[in-house]
């Protein structure tokens, strides 16, 4: 079922054309979506992570859609995805929405999870959820330590239940494009962004529901409960952790991951918390050379 909902993205977003809207569960999902002409192509899903939304993408997309079928919705209440239940933005819930949207859309049992962030948390999550689980989930940043000093310093006052309230949302989304502080958030993530790949981020923060739901869902996030499922999780795991992203310091992570997810392969590459979209050719190459090596027997290219 489609709406208007298109109308209400910039004519600039990247990867406009793949762009549909789906009802599904009450929740009007703006999804991107190429399906592969080759009926054997893998399903990949792209999960963004908390603020951002299918833009994340914009440099990974168009690559991978030349091989597999590629799957990138906004999460609920982020980007232009709208319908949403406020009391509904925790990991699980979210989790739980994406199986129905994927069903909905005939792609009920992806082959391949990409997340970032804590995207990756819901890959995580959804994977428990397939009756026939995903044969690799890649994880960018994942957020799998609770975040240090930089993080509270710009974030932290404002997960908060006054903060994530709607009335608040509202002042926020005027007064964080008037202070400047969507830069400094951006700064502090260490990644080399252009100017019109932070304009996507602005234009985003402009709108209280996309802050509102941005704050509740890391407000919600309930990193021990996750990690209490890792024995869940039966799918190939390969992780991203990166020298100079302040969010997800990577000693801390490293050792979570160690712990909790030993058989995962680890890459540790310079860069910041962004570094998908930062370092997109590096990330891309990163994807491909995980999928060919760990089980799928098909042709890759870079």
């Known amino acids: 079922m ?10 600039d977003w990247p990867n406009l054309s793949l762009s549909t809207s789906i009802l599904v569960n009450q929740i009007q999902w703006h999804v991107q979506i190429h399906r592969h002409p080759n009926p054997e192509a893998r399903t990949i899903l792209l999960i963004h992570g908390a603020g951002a939304s299918t833009h994340s993408w914009e440099n990974i997309l168009p690559n991978l859609m030349q091989e597999f ?3 990138a919705p906004d999460l609920p209440g982020h980007g232009f995805t709208t319908g949403y239940d406020q009391n509904l933005l925790k990991v699980d819930d979210i989790a739980f929405d994406l199986h129905l949207l994927l069903e909905e859309l005939g792609f009920p049992h992806p082959d391949i999870l990409i997340g970032h962030s804590a995207g990756t948390n819901i890959c995580l999550a959804l ?4 009756e026939v689980p995903p044969q690799l989930i890649i994880g960018m940043n994942p957020a799998l330590v609770p975040p240090p000093s930089a993080y509270n310093m710009f974030l932290g006052p404002l997960i908060h239940p006054i903060a994530t309230s709607s009335i608040m949302a509202h002042f926020l989304a005027s007064t964080l494009r008037l202070s400047g502080s969507i830069d400094k958030i951006l700064d502090s993530t260490n990644s080399a962004l252009t100017p019109l790949q932070r304009s996507r ?3 985003l923060f402009n709108d209280s529901n996309h802050i509102n739901s ?12 996750l990690l209490k499922q890792s024995k869940e999780v039966n ?6 952790l990166t020298k100079q992203d302040s969010w997800i310091q990577l ?18 590459e310079e860069g910041g918390h962004l570094f998908h979209e930062a370092n997109p050719l590096r990330a891309l190459e990163i994807i491909h050379t995980t999928i060919q090596n760990v089980h799928f027997d098909i042709k890759v290219s870079v």
């Open 201 to 203: 981020y602005k234009f």
């Open 2 to 11: 489609l709406n208007a909902n298109l109308s209400k993205i910039p004519k």
């Open 235 to 240: 799918s190939q795991l390969a992780f991203v």
């Open 127 to 130: 994977s428990v959820l397939c």
């Open 251 to 268: 000693n801390s992570v490293r050792a979570v991951i160690k712990e909790y997810y030993p058989q995962a392969i680890l890459f540790e």
């Open 69 to 71: 079928t590629v799957i």
């Open 214 to 225: 941005a704050l509740s869902f890391v407000a919600a996030i309930n990193i021990p409960k």
